[in-house]
């Protein structure tokens, strides 16, 4: 029995590899879709009372979660009993971090009205407080399932949580309702995802009911303490964008810088995010098998993010305008300003992936840890110094610097565990440079013929055509890979 379970592990990790990446995937694009639709019915202002909501709430979700999620997980794969008591003793915990997290949280909502540096409908941040804990209890118990390797129940949830939001949101607010509606829709979207992975908890006979316990609680926060480090770094420095902008730039600048972000964000979790979820494995098992293969691995992620992030980055420069004007309207022109420079930082943004995920694999997060929080200092600081005068204008330069130094900080450290190819990675980063620059040239010349969403597609289809063409006379991209990707794609 043991011998069949260990041979069907492979087959496991895949499988679960393959839903996450699909319900992550399906996530994004629904949350783009609803972000988009959203602002058409609602408009910039309440869009940017949305984002704050959500920028405060990934911030202070860190101190309930406490980093004890990834160190559950790992615990629960390694011994499903005691997982079980862990469940229980994590459910009694952040019943009481809930409760003191959200009111720390609305308590400095409230010291900042006073000092007249908060522009968000504090409505919207009091439903967000109930979403933000609603989604740790969620994310505990999917911490569960991914303990005993059921990743298939957590990619449908993700997909029923994102459909639950677009349908109470988008009805609501096409029939008229306030713009309040848009988190009461995430607010039912967050009680869907309880109701289901509730029931699949309790399908599977696991108590979670809360049995405070300090002994696990005080061994899981000894593993826990550097994941909560790390998770608090990377929500500041995905947070505090937004959160300076309402503070000192008010609902309508983070309203537009969001809407750019959000775009960005969203492809920057599917095309890197989807190579992660191959990579990290086979990096951690090179890493102690075989270097060369780790070396390799690198080198292909590098280079296939090359060929994706440049000719999105040129398509998003050049198109930025009509892009907005098709899918948004008028009202929302001035957001192309911070999207194309955001484009700009696409190429560190992905690139980071690899860089990052091997440092991690060769038990150097902490040296990764190390370079967030040099980069956030860095990126706060100097927020803190331009964007009352520039406003969004400057929190987009400033992230895609803080982009920029994040990847070669991280690029530095590679060279512990890794003889870098550097010639090989520059010499595909000059093919695919020189051809996102003949992409980009055609793609000016033919900007006096975009006006609307068709001539945008039109002209974003030549010019991928044009890329496509010249990525495959450079030998970058195969006919034989194109086959096997088109036969991946039909066999799934």
């Known amino acids: 029995m043991e011998a069949r379970l260990n041979q069907d592990q492979p087959g496991r990790v895949a499988r679960n590899t393959t839903f996450l990446t699909i319900g992550l995937i399906g996530q994004k694009v629904l949350s783009f879709l609803y972000v988009l639709i959203l602002g058409r019915l609602v408009g910039v202002s309440s869009v940017g009372d949305y984002f704050s909501s959500l920028s405060f709430i990934g911030l202070f979700a860190v101190f309930i979660d406490l980093g004890l999620t990834p160190a559950f997980i ?71 399932l991914r303990g005993i390797q059921r990743l298939e129940y957590e990619s449908l949830g993700i997909i029923i949580h994102r459909v639950t939001i677009m349908i109470v949101g988008i009805t609501s607010l096409t029939l008229g309702a306030k713009p309040i509606w848009s988190m009461i829709a995430l607010l039912s979207g967050s009680i869907a995802s309880i109701l289901y992975v509730g029931t699949q908890i309790w399908k599977r006979r696991i108590n979670w009911h809360p049995q405070w316990n300090w002994a696990p609680i005080k061994r899981l926060l000894k593993i826990a303490w550097p994941f909560a480090v790390a998770a608090l770094f990377i929500a500041i420095y995905s947070t505090s964008d937004n959160i300076l902008l309402q503070m000192f730039g008010g609902r309508r600048s983070v309203g537009l810088y969001g809407t750019a972000a959000k775009m960005i964000s969203a492809f920057n979790q599917i095309f890197p995010a989807a190579l992660v979820a191959a990579i990290f494995p086979a990096m951690s098992a090179s890493f102690i098998q075989d270097r060369q293969k780790l070396q390799k691995i690198f080198t292909d992620s590098m280079a296939y993010l090359m060929v994706v992030c440049v000719p999105l980055m040129v398509v998003l420069l050049l198109l930025a305008r009509p892009i907005m004007l098709a899918g948004w309207g008028e009202v929302w022109v001035d957001a192309a300003w911070p999207l194309r420079i955001l484009a700009i930082g696409i190429p560190f943004l992905f690139l980071n992936y690899p860089v990052g995920y091997l440092l991690n694999s060769a038990n150097l997060q902490t040296k990764n840890t190390i370079n967030i929080a040099i980069t956030v200092i860095l990126n706060i600081g100097a927020n803190l110094l331009f964007i009352e005068k520039y406003s969004y204008h400057s929190v987009a330069i400033i992230s895609v610097a803080s982009s920029a130094l994040l990847f070669f900080l991280g690029a530095w450290r590679i060279r512990e565990v890794i003889a870098v190819p550097y010639r090989q990675l520059l010499t595909i980063l000059a093919k695919t440079l020189a051809t996102g620059g003949v992409m980009a040239l055609v793609g000016w010349k033919l900007m006096p013929y975009v006006h609307r969403g068709p001539s945008a597609v039109i002209v974003g289809g030549i010019l991928a055509m044009i890329y496509l063409t010249a990525m495959m006379a450079m030998g970058l991209i195969k006919v034989s890979q194109l086959t096997q990707i088109l036969q991946r794609f039909r066999r799934t």
Do not use: C, H, P
């Not at 008591?85 to 915990?93: E, K, S």
């Open 74 to 144: 790992r615990q629960t794969a390694r011994d499903r009993g005691q997982g079980e008591q862990d469940l229980r003793a994590i459910i009694a915990l952040k019943i009481v971090s809930s409760v003191v997290v959200s009111l720390a949280m609305l308590g400095i909502i409230q010291i900042l009205i006073s000092a007249g540096r908060f522009s968000t409908d504090v409505v919207f941040l009091r439903l967000a407080a109930l979403i933000m804990v609603l989604d740790s209890f969620v994310i505990t118990l999917y911490g569960y």
